[in-house]
Nanobody, 127 residues
Framework: QVQLVESGGGLVQAGGSLKLSCLAS????????MGWFRQAPGLEREFVAA????????IYADSVKGRFTISKDNDKNTQFLQMDSLKPEDTAVYYC????????????????????WGKGTLVTVSS
Protein backbone atom coordinates (compact mmCIF):
# COMPACT_ATOMS: atom_id res chain seq x y z
CA GLN A 1 0.00 0.00 0.00
CA VAL A 2 1.41 3.36 -1.05
CA GLN A 3 1.58 6.05 1.61
CA LEU A 4 2.76 9.63 1.40
CA VAL A 5 3.33 11.38 4.72
CA GLU A 6 4.03 15.10 4.91
CA SER A 7 5.80 16.90 7.73
CA GLY A 8 7.29 20.31 8.43
CA GLY A 9 4.25 22.55 8.43
CA GLY A 10 3.67 25.18 11.08
CA LEU A 11 3.26 28.86 11.88
CA VAL A 12 5.73 31.36 10.48
CA GLN A 13 5.85 35.13 10.08
CA ALA A 14 5.69 36.76 6.68
CA GLY A 15 9.13 36.77 5.09
CA GLY A 16 10.15 33.60 6.90
CA SER A 17 10.92 30.10 5.66
CA LEU A 18 9.70 26.56 6.12
CA LYS A 19 10.78 23.25 4.63
CA LEU A 20 8.22 20.54 4.01
CA SER A 21 9.11 16.88 3.63
CA CYS A 22 7.17 13.99 2.15
CA LEU A 23 8.17 10.41 2.88
CA ALA A 24 6.87 7.81 0.46
CA SER A 25 6.45 4.15 1.35
CA UNK A 26 5.05 1.13 -0.41
CA UNK A 27 6.83 1.85 -3.70
CA UNK A 28 9.52 4.06 -5.13
CA UNK A 29 9.03 7.07 -7.40
CA UNK A 30 12.45 7.30 -8.99
CA UNK A 31 10.93 7.58 -12.48
CA UNK A 32 7.51 9.10 -11.77
CA UNK A 33 6.64 12.73 -11.33
CA MET A 34 5.95 13.97 -7.82
CA GLY A 35 4.67 17.30 -6.66
CA TRP A 36 3.08 19.59 -4.14
CA PHE A 37 -0.38 21.12 -4.15
CA ARG A 38 -2.06 23.40 -1.65
CA GLN A 39 -5.58 24.25 -0.59
CA ALA A 40 -6.59 27.41 1.22
CA PRO A 41 -9.92 27.62 3.08
CA GLY A 42 -12.82 27.92 0.69
CA LEU A 43 -10.67 27.44 -2.39
CA GLU A 44 -9.87 24.55 -4.70
CA ARG A 45 -6.68 22.58 -4.40
CA GLU A 46 -4.05 24.17 -6.63
CA PHE A 47 -0.75 23.15 -8.12
CA VAL A 48 2.43 24.45 -6.47
CA ALA A 49 5.39 22.54 -7.93
CA ALA A 50 6.37 19.27 -9.58
CA UNK A 51 9.60 17.36 -10.08
CA UNK A 52 10.78 14.63 -12.40
CA UNK A 53 11.68 11.16 -11.18
CA UNK A 54 15.39 11.91 -11.33
CA UNK A 55 14.95 15.28 -9.66
CA UNK A 56 16.70 17.10 -12.49
CA UNK A 57 13.63 18.86 -13.89
CA UNK A 58 11.22 21.04 -11.95
CA ILE A 59 8.23 23.22 -12.72
CA TYR A 60 6.47 25.79 -10.56
CA ALA A 61 3.28 27.74 -10.37
CA ASP A 62 3.85 31.41 -11.19
CA SER A 63 2.74 32.40 -7.70
CA VAL A 64 5.68 30.61 -6.04
CA LYS A 65 8.36 30.81 -8.72
CA GLY A 66 11.58 32.23 -7.30
CA ARG A 67 10.47 31.67 -3.70
CA PHE A 68 9.85 27.91 -3.45
CA THR A 69 12.22 25.09 -4.37
CA ILE A 70 11.17 21.48 -4.88
CA SER A 71 13.71 18.69 -4.57
CA LYS A 72 13.90 14.99 -3.84
CA ASP A 73 16.19 12.31 -2.46
CA ASN A 74 15.46 9.02 -4.20
CA ASP A 75 17.71 7.09 -1.81
CA LYS A 76 15.39 8.15 1.01
CA ASN A 77 12.21 8.07 -1.10
CA THR A 78 11.51 11.60 0.06
CA GLN A 79 10.65 14.86 -1.63
CA PHE A 80 10.95 18.34 -0.18
CA LEU A 81 9.53 21.82 -0.62
CA GLN A 82 11.71 24.67 0.60
CA MET A 83 9.54 27.75 1.02
CA ASP A 84 11.24 31.13 1.39
CA SER A 85 9.93 34.70 1.51
CA LEU A 86 6.58 33.36 2.67
CA LYS A 87 3.50 35.55 2.32
CA PRO A 88 0.15 35.43 4.17
CA GLU A 89 -1.45 34.27 0.92
CA ASP A 90 0.70 31.12 1.07
CA THR A 91 -1.37 29.99 4.05
CA ALA A 92 -2.92 26.62 3.15
CA VAL A 93 -2.83 22.91 3.71
CA TYR A 94 0.01 21.55 1.60
CA TYR A 95 -0.35 18.13 0.02
CA CYS A 96 2.32 15.81 -1.32
CA UNK A 97 1.35 13.94 -4.47
CA UNK A 98 2.77 11.38 -6.87
CA UNK A 99 1.85 10.42 -10.41
CA UNK A 100 1.90 7.15 -12.32
CA UNK A 101 3.70 8.76 -15.25
CA UNK A 102 6.76 10.84 -16.09
CA UNK A 103 6.87 14.59 -15.53
CA UNK A 104 5.09 16.42 -18.33
CA UNK A 105 6.75 19.66 -19.35
CA UNK A 106 4.68 22.64 -20.50
CA UNK A 107 1.70 21.07 -18.79
CA UNK A 108 -0.76 22.78 -16.47
CA UNK A 109 -0.89 20.31 -13.61
CA UNK A 110 -4.17 19.65 -11.86
CA UNK A 111 -5.21 17.21 -9.17
CA UNK A 112 -6.31 14.78 -11.92
CA UNK A 113 -2.67 14.27 -12.91
CA UNK A 114 -1.77 12.72 -9.56
CA UNK A 115 -2.54 9.19 -8.41
CA UNK A 116 -1.34 9.20 -4.80
CA TRP A 117 -1.89 11.81 -2.10
CA GLY A 118 -0.76 12.54 1.42
CA LYS A 119 -3.11 13.83 4.10
CA GLY A 120 -1.58 17.29 4.13
CA THR A 121 0.29 19.58 6.48
CA LEU A 122 -0.90 23.03 7.51
CA VAL A 123 1.23 26.09 6.78
CA THR A 124 0.13 29.35 8.36
CA VAL A 125 1.88 32.61 7.50
CA SER A 126 1.10 35.53 9.77
CA SER A 127 1.36 39.14 8.65
Amino acid sequence: QVQLVESGGGLVQAGGSLKLSCLASGRTFSTNAMGWFRQAPGLEREFVAAISGSGRTTIYADSVKGRFTISKDNDKNTQFLQMDSLKPEDTAVYYCAAAEVLLRLNHLYTTRDMRYWGKGTLVTVSS
